[in-house]
């Protein structure tokens, strides 16, 4: 029998299975009816969009000029050898970004992904088949493998490498596979709370369970723009800068920084108002303020170190924008009391 609550059921339990080297099943409850299927469908987009993987985004080919070209001696054509390319599935080494690789094969051979490896580059399906040549056959070919995630046309790529290379879709993702299943759990005599049993399946790039957590991280990152809300006086008179972004802490005041008197006086009277201000400032900035002395100056960087916005960190153009109209938006405001 469902009881009358003031808040959601808070899940107690998880569990990691390991099914095999590349599956695993990450299992939670119990939830709310409903809580289930709202948390597992986004994660599940996540698994796909956010899990960082390894991809060929171009390749030069000797005596190769575009795509439908063809190579005296490989059995198969350039277009056909970029889709077998384009389905091994590599793994830079030592925590590298981009990497470009030269490959040399002459003579009669079946060129596999295993041929690939080397102290750079990991190819984690070895067996995968790329070309055969035969015994007149040179093939040699330089391969751009970079970091990244989702899935990037080779359109967008054009741009970033250079015109001799053919730009390759890049299919960074090395989730293959993300299920799940939503099962009813009976919490004291209520049978209809539930169970996720989540079911992720990769390429071999990265561990599932891997995944899973690059998927928790990228939600728990783009939540974060709402923390600001818990922030705010819900009773204040609601204006454009009342709710912003994480960003939000930047447009209260300086005396919520509890900086000593003399580093206040000093701040007041350059009339600097929001800490907003103090994280647009570099440090030459802060230094020439009028009667700052350098103890001044260190509990000032110390404290904006603490709050998370250390004097001197660039801002994005953007955010400095948005926090200048903010800041000035204010103060018109205050001016106009």
Same mark, same amino acid.
């Given at each position: &029998?469902?009881?009358?609550?003031?808040?959601?059921?808070?899940?107690?339990?998880?569990?990691?299975?390991?099914?095999?080297?590349?599956?695993?099943?990450?299992?939670?409850?119990?939830?709310?009816?409903?809580?289930?299927?709202?948390?597992? +469908?986004?994660?599940?987009?996540?698994?796909?969009?956010?899990?960082?993987?390894?991809?060929?985004?171009?390749?030069?080919?000797?005596?190769?000029? +575009?795509?439908?070209?063809?190579?005296?001696?490989?059995?198969?054509?350039?277009?056909?050898?970029?889709?077998?390319?384009?389905?091994?599935?590599?793994?830079?080494?030592?925590?590298?970004?981009?990497?470009?690789?030269?490959?040399?094969?002459?003579?009669?051979?079946?060129?596999?992904?295993?041929?690939?490896?080397?102290?750079?580059? =990991?190819?984690?399906?070895?067996?995968?088949?790329?070309?055969?040549?035969?015994?007149?056959?040179?093939?040699?070919?330089?391969?751009?493998?970079?970091?990244?995630?989702?899935?990037?046309?080779?359109?967008?790529?054009?741009?970033?490498?250079?015109?001799?290379?053919?730009?390759?879709?890049?299919?960074?993702?090395?989730?293959?596979?993300?299920?799940?299943?939503?099962?009813?759990?009976?919490? =004291?005599?209520?049978?209809?709370?539930?169970?996720?049993?989540?079911?992720?399946?990769?390429?071999?790039?990265?561990?599932?369970? =891997?995944?899973?957590?690059?998927?928790?991280?990228? &939600?728990?990152?783009?939540?974060?723009?709402?923390?600001?809300?818990?922030?705010?006086?819900?009773?204040?008179?609601?204006?454009?800068?009342?709710?912003?972004?994480?960003?939000?802490?930047?447009?209260?005041?300086?005396?919520?920084?509890?900086?000593?008197?003399?580093?206040?006086?000093?701040?007041?009277?350059?009339?600097?108002?929001?800490?907003? /201000?103090?994280?647009?400032?570099?440090?030459?900035?802060?230094?020439?303020?009028?009667?700052?002395?350098?103890?001044?100056?260190?509990?000032?960087?110390?404290?904006? /170190?603490?709050?998370?916005?250390?004097?001197?960190?660039?801002?994005?153009? =953007?955010?400095?924008?948005?926090?200048?109209?903010?800041?000035? /938006?204010?103060?018109?405001? &205050?001016?106009?009391?």
């Amino acid at each position: &029998m469902r009881k009358i609550t003031t808040s959601a059921y808070t899940p107690t339990e998880i569990k990691i299975e390991s099914v095999s080297a590349n599956v695993a099943r990450v299992i939670a409850y119990p939830f709310e009816a409903g809580y289930a299927v709202t948390l597992a +469908h986004p994660l599940r987009r996540l698994l796909f969009t956010s899990t960082v993987g390894f991809a060929p985004t171009g390749v030069k080919i000797k005596g190769v000029s +575009h795509e439908f070209d063809s190579l005296r001696g490989m059995l198969e054509d350039v277009a056909l050898f970029i889709i077998n390319l384009k389905n091994l599935r590599f793994k830079l080494k030592n925590d590298s970004h981009r990497e470009v690789i030269e490959y040399s094969f002459k003579g009669s051979k079946e060129i596999t992904g295993a041929d690939l490896c080397n102290d750079i580059v =990991e190819v984690v399906n070895p067996d995968a088949y790329l070309a055969t040549l035969n015994d007149d056959a040179e093939l040699n070919f330089s391969l751009i493998i970079q970091k990244g995630i989702g899935y990037v046309s080779s359109e967008d790529l054009r741009s970033d490498i250079d015109d001799e290379y053919i730009a390759l879709d890049a299919f960074f993702t090395p989730v293959k596979k993300a299920v799940y299943d939503i099962e009813n759990v009976l919490v =004291e005599d209520t049978p209809d709370f539930e169970k996720i049993v989540f079911t992720i399946t990769t390429d071999g790039q990265v561990k599932p369970l =891997e995944a899973f957590k690059n998927a928790l991280e990228a &939600m728990y990152q783009q939540m974060s723009v709402f923390k600001g809300v818990l922030d705010i006086d819900v009773d204040a008179p609601v204006t454009s800068a009342s709710v912003g972004s994480e960003y939000s802490r930047l447009l209260s005041s300086v005396e919520e920084l509890n900086l000593s008197a003399r580093s206040f006086n000093c701040i007041d009277k350059a009339e600097i108002r929001y800490i907003g /201000e103090l994280a647009l400032m570099d440090e030459k900035e802060l230094s020439e303020l009028k009667n700052l002395g350098k103890k001044s100056l260190d509990e000032i960087k110390a404290v904006m /170190e603490e709050i998370g916005y250390p004097v001197g960190v660039a801002l994005s153009k =953007e955010v400095k924008e948005q926090l200048k109209n903010k800041i000035a /938006e204010l103060k018109t405001q &205050m001016s106009s009391i």
